[in-house]
Each structure stands twice: as C-alpha cells, then as structure tokens.
C-alpha cells in the first residue's frame, strides 16, 4: 500500500513521527569541521539541522 493511500489518522502519524525523528536527531554541527572558533559564522550554529557547508570532521 502507497504512503497515500493510508487514511489521513494514519498519515498524520507518519507526520508526526517524522518531525519526531528530526527533532531528536543531533545536530549537525557536532560532527561538523567548521564547528570551531570562527571558522563557521552561520547563524544556524551550533543548532543546525540541515546545512550547505557541512563537513564531515
Ligand atoms: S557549517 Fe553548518 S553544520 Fe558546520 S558548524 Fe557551521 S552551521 Fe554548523
């Protein structure tokens, strides 16, 4: 069965389910190479979720 075709309960538990998987997911920045001194100033920082210049340290 196709995501949707779900009923919409079922859909808007996916939904929350997934922010829910965002939400605890460490943030970016702790394993990024830039998070140190001024090497990174994006506002995102130290809390960024998603990132054009990430890089793995
Ligand atoms: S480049 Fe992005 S992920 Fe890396 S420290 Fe800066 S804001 Fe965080």
């Given at each position: 069965?196709?995501?949707?075709?779900?009923?919409?309960?079922?859909?808007?538990?996916?939904?929350?389910?997934?922010?829910?998987?965002?939400?605890?997911?460490r943030?970016?920045?702790?394993?990024?190479?830039?998070?140190?001194?001024?090497?990174?100033?994006?506002?995102?920082r130290?809390?960024?979720?998603?990132?054009?210049?990430?890089?793995?340290?």
């Open positions: 069965m196709s995501a949707n075709r779900l009923p919409w309960y079922r859909r808007i538990a996916e939904a929350v389910r997934r922010i829910f998987a965002v939400s605890s997911k943030y970016l920045c702790d394993t990024c190479k830039w998070d140190y001194g001024n090497a990174c100033s994006r506002p995102e130290p809390n960024a979720l998603t990132c054009p210049d990430y890089k793995k340290k």
